[in-house]
DNA sequence: GCGAGACGTCGAAGCGCTTCGACGGAGAGG
DNA sequence: CCTCTCCGTCGAAGCGCTTCGACGTCTCGC
């Protein structure tokens, strides 16, 4: 193995001139930093990651918390894992993958023992009890999706008030009156970080302001709820034209009830969905919709670590704005 | 930050007492040791990751690269990282993240900077860069699916010539005596590192043993190729009761295909694929069907390292026996 | 023309841990 | 009873890097 001592004498130069080339923290001469790096491409140094993290208390690494839990899309949350990965190179960081199940004691043991320098969780509960752990934590942290209170905390995640809003808003301007939101199961709005809760406030709040007759449908993840939920509401609003669908699974399902029920979409019934692009583009009837946008949600989180790391000061809340792709789904109302 | 000598002057041991009680290198009697752990314990005591890297050159860090190519099902490499987590964290190690954008550049400087002990390599093509690479490295290495050739290197997948077989002699047992084989997109045969070439070795040569009249046909993974491999199928032979599936996306749009040709599965059809479980299970008709049993063979994967971390010899070779599950799209040949 | 900085480099002191050789004491074997 | 071993522990020497203070050499402003 070729040490840093090897090519300061190859250079004719001190360890520590090496050393303060490569981190450029003090100010080398042009000419010495040619040398030592033609000293270093010849010998095929690379630092020590252990020496370099001892002796500096930096290992420039972060450690990632994917999450296992039942009803989470895998795709997206393997989006994120990826889009961390690469941001974190450009920060010449490397990531730490640890499952959720790993739970407390996973973040305090490469916490405590300096694997990582800084930590990413995934996917908290409202009131997890991770979230006192790392406000406790020397190292800092920051989450995706939001927790009941994110005092003292960074959380990212995107704007689902926002994106709630936004289906309403795009329905209002095509002069749907009637809307429905068809949401996660009931156990979502119990159990998750409120963005389910954010979404409905949104839709909500955009159809009085608009002027919508408007109603929320909480639905299983399972074909049979998705056409329960399609009678009741053709039953209860027979006004329908327009319904925002916050449920992966069942998006196409429910499309097919209506269709089912003999309503024509977007014919008879426009739909729009928060759900992976991939999803809404190979449904049978393209859907407009908003997805996650995984990938800035990751680079943001690491730009939100890095900031931190850097000694700076982050938000609590940094919330992304929903975009909104418009597909065959959604017309005008007839 | 407590550190070994705080917990040695606390327990009344020296630093090495210490270390040898945690390590268990040395032979430590059983008082000092319990003293020893009630000291680490008191004090909250975790060694310094760095530290014990660059004294003991072991990271106790495994790097995992996952694919990103297209066409690769993204919930099956989830379930290999999660199980390679899982198993390492068994051994005491953790997991890495790489992605295969990084590519050789990425597996070379984990490895050089002693960041990880180990590599795990998911979906190498055929002729990869990184064998020669991996060949070269000082460090072990296991392959998850397999190269041209493994020669001085490890690898582990699922037995794809045993599950063709499978899928045929299931078949056959159910009295099937002309049966095709539906592949992935004949990019697959050239690209992939063999897996769909051993599949079709098994399936034909079991069909041969079997006296069954079989063929195979390559397919594009859209349901409009499903639609035409079903109509070629069904013209070119027109006694064919039985189909084995390698094809992830298409496996619906295909049963949907024979059924719009007026063939009932598994009343005139039986079908039979390689595919996630899950995929299987909620089809239309839910699919008799071998797995990739990617938690086994992430595990399997780690085992092997772990072996060769310890100085140990593994074989070039571990292929895991395929299990068919029986579900509801095959019957007896009516 | 001279002091004050700034620049570029060096040497040495760690960072916290593992490991090697050594050593006293106890038990075993002759 | 004496030596030989083995057991349990200690001290010291690193592992390879970063960083701090120091020092000589320029450059610049007045």
Redesign the pocket.
């Known amino acids: 193995?070729?040490?840093?001592?090897?090519?300061?004498r190859h250079a004719?130069?001190?360890?520590?001139?090496?050393?303060?080339?490569?981190?450029g923290?003090?100010?080398?001469?042009?000419?010495?930093?040619r040398r030592i790096e033609a000293s270093i491409r010849q010998l095929g140094?690379?630092?020590?990651a252990?020496?370099?993290a001892?002796?500096?208390?930096?290992s420039n690494v972060l450690a990632l918390v994917i999450p296992l839990r039942a009803g989470i899309h895998v795709p997206v949350v393997m989006q994120f894992a990826v889009s961390v990965v690469t941001s974190a190179r450009q920060y010449d960081h490397d990531v730490l993958l640890l499952t959720q199940e790993e739970g407390e004691a996973g973040l305090r043991r490469v916490a405590d023992t300096?694997l990582v320098d800084a930590l990413i969780v995934m996917d908290l509960q409202l009131h997890d009890p991770r979230l006192q752990l790392l406000r406790a934590l020397d190292r800092p942290s920051v989450l995706i999706g939001f927790p009941q209170s994110p005092d003292g905390l960074t959380c990212i995640d995107l704007d689902f008030r926002a994106a709630g809003e936004l289906c309403v808003e795009h329905l209002a301007g095509l002069g749907h009156r009637v809307i429905g939101l068809v949401g996660s199961p009931p156990e979502v709005y119990v159990r998750e970080t409120g963005f389910a809760q954010r979404l409905v406030q949104g839709f909500t709040a955009a159809a009085d302001r608009n002027g919508l007759s408007s109603s929320v449908h909480p639905c299983e993840s399972t074909p049979a709820a998705a056409r329960q939920v399609a009678e009741q509401l053709l039953r209860e609003r027979p006004a329908l034209t327009g319904v925002v669908v916050h449920n992966e699974p069942i998006l196409e399902p429910l499309i097919d009830a209506f269709e089912g029920l003999g309503l024509q979409v977007p014919g008879d019934l426009s739909v729009t969905a928060i759900c992976p692009d991939e999803l809404a583009e190979r449904a049978r009837v393209p859907v407009t919709s908003i997805a996650i946008p995984a990938a800035e949600v990751g680079a943001g989180a690491v730009d939100l670590l890095m900031k931190k790391l850097g000694g700076g000061t982050a938000p609590e809340v940094t919330l992304l704005s929903p975009r909104l792709t418009v597909r065959a789904s959604t017309m005008p109302r007839p």
């Open positions: 193995m070729v040490k840093i001592t090897d090519v300061a004719g130069v001190s360890p520590s001139t090496v050393s303060y080339a490569l981190s923290k003090r100010p080398i001469s042009e000419e010495t930093r140094y690379s630092p020590h252990g020496a370099r001892l002796a500096s208390s930096r300096a």
